[in-house]
């Protein structure tokens, strides 16, 4: 088992450019979530898979933001017209049966200029 | 609101000696604490947890204490080895979510030899 992986590890972009990540889950995992975290902060909750299915949504995760699990093991999270406060460490994690033990990959550092 | 709450930014602790790291919560609802570990330019990793039916979980060198009255949540490593150097972050969770978890701020631990 490879943990969870995050591709790419590190964007730069220019403000309003769409910018798309992803995230690869343990494999035997279905509940697949996305975290952001800022400078000083701890992660802060984003959404949530189960398989295929989105289930939840923050209230951070504005109508610029989308993600996706198409077939239930991969996940892409697609910020559009990217803004300067959108630079922030995205995390990915995935788990088992246990929906509080989550397992994170290494994030995509997201900068936007 | 901060519903997670870790008041000491930062602890320096001797090598060998007791590490206490400290967590204080405000949501009535959490009923699963858990702590994750974080490396530079890595991804939190899960340390331990605690469910709110428990006043204490031990695993090896950590122990968790839970005071549900006071609403204050406790990591003790004992002992310390330069090696534990990294933030800790406290995170709760509602049993009516879906895993979304809440996560302090942090505390950046740095054990000297």
């Known amino acids: 088992d490879t943990g969870v992986s995050q591709n790419p590890r590190h964007k730069i972009t220019k403000r309003g450019q769409n910018v798309t990540f992803r995230c690869d889950p343990i494999?035997?995992?279905?509940?697949l979530y996305w975290y952001r975290q800022t400078l000083g902060q701890g992660p802060e909750f984003l959404t949530y898979?189960?398989?295929?299915?989105?289930?939840?949504k923050s209230r951070l995760l504005s109508d610029r933001f989308s993600a996706e699990r198409p077939k239930g093991s991969f996940s892409t999270l697609e910020i559009q017209r990217t803004e300067q406060g959108d630079s922030a460490m995205y995390l990915c994690?995935?788990?088992?049966?246990?929906?509080?033990?989550?397992?994170f990959g290494p994030g995509t550092r997201l900068t936007v200029t | 609101d901060q519903q997670v709450k870790q008041n000491s930014p930062s602890l320096s602790v001797q090598e060998g000696r007791i590490s206490i790291l400290n967590c204080d919560y405000t949501?009535?609802?959490?009923?699963?604490f858990l702590w994750y570990k974080k490396y530079p330019a890595e991804g939190p990793t899960f340390l331990i947890s605690?469910?709110?039916?428990?006043d204490k979980n031990e695993d090896g060198r950590f122990t968790v204490f839970l005071n549900k009255s006071a609403k204050h949540l406790s990591l003790h490593i004992v002992p310390s080895q330069p090696g534990d150097s990294a933030v800790y972050f406290c995170?709760?969770?509602?049993?009516?979510?879906?895993?979304?978890?809440?996560f302090g701020k942090g505390t950046k631990l740095s054990v000297k030899p």
């Open positions: 994690a995935s788990t088992g049966d246990s929906a509080y033990e989550q397992y």
């Open positions: 494999s035997e995992h279905n509940r």
């Open positions: 898979f189960q398989n295929e299915a989105q289930l939840e």
């Open positions: 949501n009535s609802m959490f009923d699963y």
């Open positions: 605690i469910s709110s039916i428990k």
């Open positions: 995170a709760g969770a509602d049993g009516g979510s879906q895993g979304n978890l809440i």
